[in-house]
T-cell receptor, first 118, second 109 residues
């Protein structure tokens, strides 16, 4: 099946620094990628939707200047948490939708990146 | 390698009961999640099992057997709104989520 990877798997950083998380589709072209935050035992909160070559669409309440998303190619999207603070500590998950023309509803999820801001 | 298997698609009748199975082989185990995802929406958390046994939450129940690497999600008194994809995900020893491909559940009147 389709595989989505994330890097790094975990990161610890100091407050005020920026952290970049990569999301890659390994064996398919992802025209659309999604970024989520997962809170313990809760639903995934959609942060933004990114389409290759265009600006990301952010959900209400998500600061676009704080969570920078770049979808530069059909296999790579990046989320940069700028000037991270302890409240940004969370589990960030990306998913990718296969743009090959098959089941357009299917999203393939990445393993997640655990961010801890000290 | 790490692997999670669940059926691709299931069909059930409104008012009936359906069981969606999930088997897993992962490096370590730190819990199993079930999510419901309607088309075009974010996944909604349904359950989290880390100990063996059955957890009941209204019309939905989730069962886990760690020795067998097996879980199921049981949906009772099916309603049309239960038509969705159901995702099984296991958190491994590195606290990474390993996702199943999802089971598309179709409810017929």
């Amino acid at each position: 099946g389709a595989v989505v990877s994330q890097h790094p798997s975990r990161v610890i950083c100091k407050s005020g620094t920026s952290v970049k998380i990569e999301c890659r589709s390994l064996d398919f072209q992802a025209t659309t990628m999604f970024w989520y935050r997962q809170f313990p035992k809760q639903s995934l909160m959609l942060m933004a939707t990114s389409n290759e070559g265009s600006k990301a669409t952010y959900e209400q309440g998500v600061e676009k200047d704080k969570f920078l998303i770049n979808h530069a190619s059909l296999t790579l999207s990046t989320l940069t948490v700028t000037s991270a603070h302890p409240e940004d500590s969370s589990f960030y998950i990306c998913s990718a939708r296969d743009g090959s023309g098959g089941d357009t509803d299917t999203q393939y999820f990445g393993p997640g990146t655990r961010l801890t801001v000290l | 390698g790490q692997n999670i298997d669940q059926p691709t698609e299931m069909t059930a009748t409104e008012g009936a009961i359906v069981q969606i199975n999930c088997t897993y082989q992962t490096s370590g185990f730190n819990g199993l999640f079930w999510y419901q995802q309607h088309a075009g929406e974010a996944p909604t958390f349904l359950s989290y099992n880390v100990l063996d046994g059955l957890e009941e939450k209204g019309r939905f129940s989730s069962f886990l057997s760690r020795s067998k690497g097996y879980s199921y999600l049981l949906l009772k008194e099916l309603q049309m709104k239960d038509s969705a994809s159901y995702l099984c995900a296991v958190m491994d020893s590195n606290y990474q989520l390993i996702w199943g491909a999802g089971t598309k559940l179709i409810i017929k009147p």
